[in-house]
């Protein structure tokens, strides 16, 4: 039987860690992994630290070049896929070249969404989402004091702003909502934050947005809020959100609804295509939605399923969660399962400890764990999300004497 040809679309984590379980089931299979980027793959998820200076240009890296040679996994960098064509099952390269595959993985991740207000094409203003992004705001930073605003309060803006203000800037941030990472934080959750990230010197403005960014020939020189505030400016990192980078499947025969959509086995509705990582739409069986979950660890383990089903087969897929831990100025934040209530029927315990930061809240529905949110003291994380996954019936008496002791409770019910 000749050798199979796997084409994996996007070198992140799903791509790459798919390419490598592949390899593990596929001994003599041809695996080619697609990039438009310049860089071998790396951790994105260290370019925030990256434009801080706390991680070096040696520790980016995915894995070292050989190990791509040694596991036979061809790495087209510096190319864009421009087509799928599922009828020929080819994928079209930027400048025509079409490459034929038996299976394909469509990995291509999130784009990040930018601003539209007036002076919001200046080239002072700028996303992070590549390696090569951090370098040129690493750059804009370090060529002038000037202060630097950062929009937008959830993850991604939250972490960049750690990185610019390390780097000795003046830094403020806007969140349009009353609360930062909105989505995810209370009000409770969102001040101890705050209080952290004010206490490393970044000045953070809720309820305000960027009303328009004034400057001229290229240099930013300041930006006007919602609140009529003058904010002076070198450059503004935009960090709004993401989105599945999925325009070049436009029009194509594979479904598409906020991303792609899969099913258990991560199959696309298209014979011999996958999908994984930011850009698909999966079952979170906790809020019983399809839904876009954009995080690394998640991308990861899609990418290894997903390889894994290419060559073969795998173990059944339970579906993405929620599960989120991240370190906001010196904060540290869990996320797991439902962020938000969201109808009726759910019992909150919340536990708080003002002066020592910390703030635990867990959702139940039917005496069954399906969220948390850990501020301060992460705890047990590994514990809950067990339980969230296995959905078992839990006495309430007792996860409070197992999470939620030493601290001032609190439950409501929705
Ligand atoms: C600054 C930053 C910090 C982050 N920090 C964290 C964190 O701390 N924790 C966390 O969980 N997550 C973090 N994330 C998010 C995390 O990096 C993503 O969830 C993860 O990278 C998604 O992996 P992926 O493989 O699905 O897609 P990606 O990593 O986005 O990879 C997709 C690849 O596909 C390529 N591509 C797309 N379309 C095409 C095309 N048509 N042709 C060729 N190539 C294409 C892209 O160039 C890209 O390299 C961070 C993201 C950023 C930007």
New binding site residues.
Partial sequence: MPARRYII???????VHAAVAIRHKDHDGEIVV????HDPPYY??E??TYVGGSTSDAEMPLYPEDYYREHRIRLRLR????KVHASERTVELAGGERVAYDALLL????YPLTISCPGASNPGVVT???WEDARKLIRRVMGTDRPVVVVGGG??GL??AEGVRQRGRQVTLLEREPRLWAPVLDETASQLVRQGVRQRGIEVLLGEEVAEIVGADGRIDRVTTSAGRGLEASTVVVAIGVRP?VA?LDGGAIRIDRGILIDHEFRTNVPDVFA????VQGYDPISGQFRVV??????VEQ?KLAGGFMAGDGPPYRGVIVS?S?TFCGVRVTVLGMTQATGGGLVMLKGLDQAKGIYRKLTFRDDKLVGALLVGNTSGEGMMKKMILEAKPTSITEVKSKFLTGLILEETGT
Avoid: C, H, K, Y
């Avoid at 190319?79 to 421009?82: G, I, L, M």
């Avoid at 994984?276 to 850009?279: L, S």
């Avoid at 954009?294 to 991308?299: E, L, Q, V």
């Fill in positions: 679309v996007g070198a992140g984590p799903a791509g697609i990039d438009r980027d994105r998820t370019l925030d190319t864009v896929v421009a990995a291509p991740g999130s992070v989402r590549t993850v991604l972490i960049l980078d070049f994984a990582g930011d850009a954009t995080n690394w660890n998640n991308a990418g989120n991240e």
